[in-house]
């Protein structure tokens, strides 16, 4: 008697389902005619609108979506799309954007280059519309007045190419990898390997444009110097979308020097006797020299089917290396720096050799920086820390002990000192300025795609972190913002959404918090412009 009942009710089940489905469907449908509506009403452009607007039914949807998404742990079958990728051409498209995403009631993510550890810019738990700003990508070069107007879709490594084709002896301080996008580098802080000699991308940004949440386009002048202020390492999305930042080029010698050194636990001078001497260094060492170190377990050569760790030194010098050998025999001599370990390079090929130190001897020519395509997207977890107090022997073999058994896990130290413990911790939102020795990047990489080994892997991530925290700042442990990590905390903008944005943005921002929360509030009180780990809103209490 039962099996009828069955199978009535697995036919009313089958048709609830569709009617969802199609529900769905014709929502989707809906937002998409309503938006397409609205922004033709709100952009005056001979462009045909349909054309930069893909809902998920077009057949280009899915390469309009992955091709800016760098971290493959967000490209599955089961990671939520968009339901619009909007990608504009025009600043007016943007303006328009933005009021037409508000008048659909549909939360807004920016994408500039793609390369949010935690896929921020193109992932959400709510339904949302992608504005991908990848078409705006413009830079103009000003080498008389020593200044570029740079478009946020824009590259790391077309900024530096586009600056060299007009310049030999100018550059700028940014990032290493060149895929990376500006709009997200330079409003979260910026840096790379000259921000011991100029500080990070956002000391040296005089200008800006943006889309706030009412639709306007504003500058600096028009905006006013607090939201200016917040914008230089507050995270842009947070405020609006950045349309463009206005650079001020730095000077850089017509020789640069770039080096490679190697040891292990293996070697005469260990791992971690090159370890305890960078530490006194790196910080302190002349400021055009930038002394990267990179600690990674690795098969041992020595005994088979054990692991060692490796400390690699990777550096730019702002000069000769007869001048960079020199100073390193004094200051650092467990690095046994000689002449033939350097080679000496312009500062384009510099860019070329960090990101790829096999690059040059391959023949590579700055055209390889205007490259936007990675090969693929690869899985990875990062997570960051700050050393405010050099880490004992004692210390550095325990840490390297845990390495070991965890089997992956990286570090990437990256000293401080020079110019960055010159600038004040509130002159730009990015407060990890003064007493800070390095910062530390926990990084893990995968290709296996399943779900068990990116538990595994991101498991192991957390653990080291875990096992660093007597080594680390405290109260709070400091976090970057570039270095985004949602395991510090996420925004569920509830009732609790300022408590919550206290959690992970006091780890960010340190005591710039409370400014930020100001500003935000000022300009963005409905909280429109928003993402996981976004500047709270100061809430009304009734």
Known sequence: MAKPCLAYFSVAFLLLLLFTLSSAQTSDSSIYDSFLRCLTQRTNSSTQLSDIVFAQTNPSFPTVLQNYIRNARFNTSQTRKPLLIVTPLQESHVQGAVICAKSVKVQLKIRSGGHDYEGISYISDEPFIILDLFNLRAITVDIENEV??????????EVYYRIWEKSKVHGFPAGVC???????????????????KYG???????????????????????????????????????????????????????????????????TNVTATDLVVQWQQVAPNTDERLFLRLL?????????????????????????????????????????????ENCTEVSWIDSVLWWNDDESLKNGDKPETLLDRNLNSAGFLKRKSDYVVKAISRDGLEWIFKRMIELGKTGFVFNPYGGKMGEIASDATPFPHRKGNLFKIQYSVNWDDP????????????????????????SNPRRAFLNYRDLDIGVNNFGENSFEEGEVYGSKYFNQNLERLVNIKTKVDPENFFRNEQSVPVLMSRA
């Open 148 to 157: 570029a107007v740079v478009q946020a879709g824009a590259t790391l490594g």
């Open 295 to 339: 600690l990674q377990p690795v098969s041992s050569k020595v005994v088979k089917g054990t692991k060692t760790v490796r400390a690699s030194v990777v550096a730019l010098f702002l000069g000769g290396a007869d001048e960079v050998v020199s100073i390193l025999e004094k200051e650092f001599p467990l690095l046994g720096l000689k002449k």
């Open 178 to 196: 060149p895929t990376v996008g500006v709009g997200g580098h330079f409003s979260g802080g910026g840096y790379g390997n000259m921000m011991r």
């Open 450 to 473: 399943s779900t068990g080994a990116a538990q595994n892997f991101t498991n192991q991530a957390k653990r080291l972190y875990s096992y660093m925290t007597p080594f680390v700042s």
């Open 200 to 266: 990070l991308s956002v000391d040296n940004v005089i200008d800006a444009e943006i889309v706030d949440v009412k639709g306007n386009v504003l500058d600096r002048k028009s905006m006013g110097e607090d939201l200016f202020w917040a914008i230089r390492g507050g995270g842009g999305g947070s405020f609006g979308v950045i349309l463009s930042f206005t650079i001020k080029l730095v000077a850089v010698p017509e020789t640069v020097t770039v080096f490679r050194v190697e040891k292990t636990l293996e």
